[in-house]
């Protein structure tokens, strides 16, 4: 009897145990939605590593390239939403400005934005409120540093070009802050603006007969995906420019100062992590980049026939021979 009686249990228990197992729902993996405008931002998947994901294990991430279109950036969106990913990460500001239309619900992260609160999309850095917290890049903050810098590399400029978008949230104000400091610094300031790819032609046509000594790009999506009709520019009239970003510099460009691209990225994977486990982005103060690179191409210096100044090469984080 003894031995029918231990046998009804065991069965008993192996029967609810199964139950519980059936009862339990796999582990969710979290899908991230990325607004990207080429090819997958370096530093967010090696920072989101570090925190112990690994892409297509216990995270997906979900990349969308607008491809210079920022038409695009409702309709990427709306795919997003629709897929319900757990967290938008962009470092674009109409593209978040989008999300933060389209959702009031799904945690929005900045991956370094220039100016999230002129731009409405947070009340303040401390306290942001609503669903959009990260990073932001102070580009705007930086661009008179930039214009100073340029005129300390290429001696005697005069006339320098400043390559904008008009459409972007941020480039106006950045655009007149770099208008001050050419006053100041003695140099003309020529407004080169273009919104979309059909721009830059007819832009470039208008520029040549002012004859600028060197080129200033204010950061947008646009004369990013376009870069190499930038960089043909650059090229075909033998004029040095200053970037914000080192990898316009490794791709050609004279010299670039800024924060790193890669870390605010590295970083915003954090954000997404901390969300991930249940912060909520009202709480999460936005943040300012704390890595900044000075890089500068003497191979670039060379063909352009420029001595680079002794006083910024020692001040540079990177040198590419």
Known sequence: MRLIRFAVVLALTLTLASLA???????????????????????????????????????????????????????????????????????STPAVKAAKEATSTIPIVMAGLTDPVGA????????????????????????????????????????????????????PLAFKQTQVAAQALGVTALSVEVRRREDFESAFRRLAPERPGALLVLPDPVTLFHRKLVTDFEAKNRLPAMYAARERVEA???????????????RAGIFVDKILKGAKPADLPVEQPTKFELVINLKTAKALGLTIPQSVLGRADQVIQ
């Open 252 to 266: 050609g460009g004279l010299i670039a100062y800024g924060p790193s691209v890669p870390d605010l990225w590295r």
């Open 120 to 171: 409405g999309l947070v009340a303040s850095l401390s306290r942001p409120g609503g669903n959009i917290t990260g990073l932001t890049n102070i580009f705007t903050e930086l661009s008179a540093k930039r214009l100073e810098l340029l005129k300390e590399t290429v001696s005697g400029v005069a006339r320098v070009a400043v390559l904008w978008n008009p459409n972007h949230p941020g480039q």
């Open 21 to 91: 197992v059936e009862a339990q729902s796999p582990a969710k993996v979290p899908r991230i939605g990325v607004v990207i405008g080429g090819s997958p931002p370096l530093g967010f998947v090696e920072g989101l590593r570090d925190l112990g994901y690994v892409e297509g294990r216990n995270i997906v991430i979900e990349y969308r390239a607008f491809e210079g279109r920022a038409e695009r950036f409702p309709e990427i969106i709306a795919e997003f939403v629709r897929l319900k990913v757990d967290v938008i990460v962009s470092s």
